[in-house]
């Protein structure tokens, strides 16, 4: 369940991608609305479990420059989609937009313009940008089931009881309180 927190979260998880895609449908290939768009993009009217998104969606505001992994998952995809499409005008306009928001583009920013070149709606996308995401997820489950719960990274020595706390536990008033 933390795993599927993270991965539908507003930052680099499906309910990111799906602003995004709702910000291509609205802003299309305008570079003015996405400008504007993009630092207010909390204008949308309906009433959503979520607090207002505090960066510029598809966007890493800790990023100083565009990770190569994203420059070269953008050079390659823009080969293979229309050369009108989403993708095409994402290239095309990176640098001016991450000029714009301030920090460089983010892996859910082009997984949106992947997802409009493929035609899918918000909510497609945020279910396929889960399921893409989620198996690494539980690839991480799976091995950390064979070294055991005591070696996780973060709680293992949060959770290590000394002498003290032992013996104090096993005292019968202790028990009785």
Known sequence: ??????????YGGSQELAICIRLWEECQFDFEKWCDRLLSPNQDDRADIWLPIEHAP??????????????????????????????????????ALEQHVGYPLAMSGLAAAAMIDLSMDEDQGSMLYLMLRLPGAAVHALEQKKVGWKKFPFYGPAIELDESATDAGNDQETLQK
């Open 1 to 10: 369940m933390a795993a599927l927190a993270v991965g539908a979260g507003q």
């Open 58 to 95: 598809g966007f890493d505001p800790n990023g100083d420059v565009t990770p190569t992994p994203i420059l070269q998952s953008l050079d390659l995809l823009v080969e293979l989609a229309p050369a009108n499409g989403a993708l095409s005008w994402l290239q095309a306009n990176r640098q």
